[in-house]
């Protein structure tokens, strides 16, 4: 995967998160997003994305380095659910759940929200 594109729906849930969180980049945001949709067991319901007015992120910058991480926890998550392992399938994945883990942060409360993403991070919470 060379770039990764997100919708206008989800342009804008990242500008809200970044406002409320203080995190400046999507990437960051989405490597979260990604990860809570990743730990919800059910299976994102199949959409068909419209992309304009969306963003393009280029997935090494998304994945922060960790590009074979990244794509490794999608093929196991495509394996779990029994479904062929494909780079279209794989990039598909990566796009349900990254959209779907924005809706989850974006819909939750203010501080529900920063306490969860800076105990992710490491940050204390005291």
Same mark, same amino acid.
């Given at each position: 995967?060379? #770039?990764?594109?997100?919708? /206008?729906? /989800?342009?804008?849930?990242?500008?809200?998160?970044?406002r409320?969180? !203080?995190?400046? @980049?999507n990437? /960051? *945001?989405? $490597?979260?997003?990604?990860? *809570?949709?990743?730990?919800?067991?059910?299976?994102?319901?199949?959409?068909?994305?419209?992309? !304009?007015? !969306?963003?393009? *992120?280029?997935?090494?910058?998304? %994945?922060?380095?960790?590009?074979?991480?990244?794509?490794?926890?999608?093929?196991?998550?495509?394996?779990?659910?029994?479904?062929?392992? %494909? =780079? =279209?399938?794989? #990039?598909? %994945?990566?796009?349900? @759940?990254v959209? #779907?883990?924005?809706?989850?942060?974006?819909?939750? $409360? =203010?501080?529900?929200?920063?306490?969860?993403?800076?105990?992710?991070?490491?940050?204390?919470?005291?």
């Amino acid at each position: 995967m060379e #770039r990764i594109k997100l919708n /206008a729906a /989800a342009r804008n849930q990242l500008a809200t998160l970044k406002r409320r969180t !203080g995190i400046e @980049h999507n990437n /960051a *945001i989405c $490597r979260h997003a990604l990860c *809570i949709s990743l730990a919800n067991p059910s299976v994102p319901p199949e959409e068909n994305f419209s992309f !304009g007015g !969306g963003i393009e *992120i280029d997935w090494r910058t998304l %994945t922060g380095g960790q590009d074979a991480l990244y794509h490794n926890l999608l093929v196991v998550r495509l394996l779990s659910e029994g479904k062929r392992v %494909t =780079e =279209e399938a794989v #990039r598909l %994945t990566f796009v349900l @759940h990254v959209h #779907r883990g924005l809706s989850y942060l974006v819909s939750r $409360r =203010e501080n529900d929200l920063l306490v969860e993403m800076a105990e992710s991070l490491g940050v204390a919470s005291n």
